[in-house]
């Protein structure tokens, strides 16, 4: 299970810390990745990061604003975002995968939390 929290309402150019609990699997066996959809718009992959927490892989749309990061021992993965924009308005998800390839591919991920909502404000 994955409970995402930490979304709200801040302004253009602000920061945000997102923050994803897991719980009743081994958290350390799965890459971990973030995902937002925003209304009328496909689901978009945010960030993700493997299961040692040695690499990760951003799309140029959050590279360089946006760091994921994770914690084996608290089984907690974090997005914390930077310089945000209109445009990251979204339902943030975080997501867990069973795949060894690190993946921005939606469909391999095999369990979502609920999501978050971040509201950037211009």
């Known amino acids: 299970q994955l409970q995402a929290s930490g979304g709200g309402l801040v302004q253009a150019g602000g920061s945000l810390r997102l923050s994803c609990a897991a719980s009743?699997?081994?958290?350390?066996?799965?890459?971990l990745g973030w995902f937002r959809q925003a209304p009328g718009k496909e689901r978009e992959f945010v960030a993700a990061?493997?299961?040692?927490?040695?690499?990760?892989s951003y799309p140029p749309s959050v590279k360089g604003r946006f760091i994921i990061s994770r914690d084996n021992a608290k089984n907690y993965v974090y997005l914390q975002m930077a310089s945000l924009k209109p445009e990251d308005t979204a339902v943030y998800y975080c997501?867990?995968?069973?795949?060894?390839?690190?993946?921005?591919?939606?469909?391999?991920?095999?369990?979502w939390g609920q999501g978050t909502l971040v509201t950037v404000s211009s």
């Open positions: 997501a867990a995968s069973n795949v060894a390839t690190l993946t921005g591919q939606w469909f391999r991920y095999d369990y």
């Open positions: 009743g699997r081994t958290f350390s066996n799965y890459a």
């Open positions: 990061i493997n299961r040692s927490g040695a690499t990760t």
